[in-house]
Nanobody
Framework: QVQVVESGGGLVQAGGSLRLSCAAS????????IAWHRQPPGKVRELVAV???????KYGASVEGRFTISSDNAANTVYLQMNTLKPEDTAVYYC?????????????WGQGTQVTVSS
């Protein structure tokens, strides 16, 4: 089992910045990627950014150039630096750890952290 806990959400004015943290614990061996998703009010959940153990990071089109995903491997923590925030970035942000279990992939989700951007 893997536990995933997000933190760092809050209220910020448009144009401001926030940094979200995602701490993974438990059986973190074989985690091959950690992703950030978000779910705006009344909308479906969408991918924001993903960091794999190997290969380039990937970003959603709406955040490319504004958000940066990074990691502190020693601390099993992934960060999402969000700059130049816009009101449309308002959402609950979820962290998702992807882990190989044999030939299967298991997804582990955090409880989410609210980000609200005021205009």
């Amino acid at each position: 089992q893997v536990q995933v806990v997000e933190s760092g959400g809050g209220l910020v004015q448009a144009g401001g910045s926030l940094r979200l943290s995602c701490a993974a614990s438990g059986s973190t061996f074989s985690i091959y990627g950690i992703a950030w998703h978000r779910q705006p009010p009344g909308k479906v959940r969408e991918l924001v950014a993903v960091k794999f153990i190997t290969g380039p990071n990937k970003y959603g089109a709406s955040v490319e150039g504004r958000f940066t995903i990074s990691s502190d491997n020693a601390a099993n923590t992934v960060y999402l630096q969000m700059n130049t925030l816009k009101p449309e970035d308002t959402a609950v942000y979820y962290c998702n750890a992807k882990k190989y279990v044999g030939t299967r992939v298991e997804d582990y989700w955090g409880q989410g952290t609210q980000v609200t951007v005021s205009s």
